[in-house]
């Protein structure tokens, strides 16, 4: 399993109240700026070099798109459940239909967008009478509201576009 060292959870921590906390126009805003992060690393991407794995054991990036794709329905899914105060053991809990495996870029490309549109549904929902009392325990970041899982979005973003930056930046990916 992974895990990440107690200073950079604390910063990723207060980076994602800190904006959780803005307004929902900011938070949209936010979320937004994750998801072109992601978008932008597949510019120009063939199928042919999404499909490529750096190693046996590593991601393409087709990989990492059916799971941010996946991670996105999911998040947003659990936060419109917490806003209308419910509550789960584990983000797990919350059923998503996962992904078929990705063989183009526009197909994953769709299904990034269609993740992060229903995302952006909860976040125009948000209002200051949205139930931010129900939280739901991250695994790394602990117990997390609905706003504070909208930011996280942004982070888990900027996380996998960091993860195909190095794909593309691996010895042998497809010219």
């Given amino acids: ?17 800190h904006q959780a906390a803005k307004s929902t126009p900011e938070l949209k805003k936010i979320v937004q700026q994750g998801h072109e992060h992601v978008l932008a690393q597949l510019a120009g991407m063939s199928d042919q070099q999404a499909g490529f794995k ?57 299904a990034l967008e269609s993740s992060h549109q229903e995302m952006l549904a909860f976040v125009d929902t948000l209002s200051p009478e949205s139930n931010i009392e129900s939280n739901l325990l991250h695994p790394f970041f602990g117990l997390l509201n609905c706003r504070e899982w909208a930011a996280f979005q942004r982070v888990h973003d900027g996380d996998h576009a960091g993860q195909i930056e190095q794909i593309v930046a691996a010895e042998g990916y497809p010219a």
């Fill in 54 to 110: 750096p190693g046996p054991d590593d991601w393409s990036v087709f990989e990492v798109l059916r799971h941010a794709v996946d991670a996105e329905r999911r998040n947003a899914r659990g936060c419109v459940a917490l806003a209308a105060g419910q509550s789960f053991d584990s983000i797990d809990d919350i059923a998503v239909d996962a992904e078929a495996p990705f063989t183009t870029v526009s197909a994953a490309r769709a």
């Fill in 1 to 17: 399993m992974v895990s990440l060292p107690d200073d950079v959870k604390d910063r990723v921590l207060s980076y994602i109240k």
